[in-house]
């Protein structure tokens, strides 16, 4: 088995993880916004948010994937997203 399933990584797929893990390193104002569709959910609004709310949240982690995808300088102090 490799690796990645002997982690069992699957039961952190989900929209409640990537929020949260987005923020550390990142714009604050970017990944608090990626951040807002799943705070006080519970494991079982997860579904219903990211059906209800899915394109927001699609624009939202195309920001955050944006800001990943910039050298590191970047994104330190001034958000290139504004």
Not at 47 to 56: L, T
């Amino acid at each position: 088995m490799p690796a990645a399933g002997r982690c069992d990584w699957e039961q952190f797929h989900n929209l409640l993880t990537l929020s949260t893990s987005s923020g550390p390193g990142l714009d604050p104002g970017e990944a608090a916004e990626l951040m807002e569709h799943t705070q006080w959910a519970t494991d079982a609004d997860l579904p219903a948010i990211a059906a209800e709310r899915r394109e927001a949240i699609a624009e939202e982690i195309a920001d955050v994937a944006i800001l990943l995808s910039l050298p590191r300088a970047t994104t330190r102090g001034t958000s290139p997203m504004t």
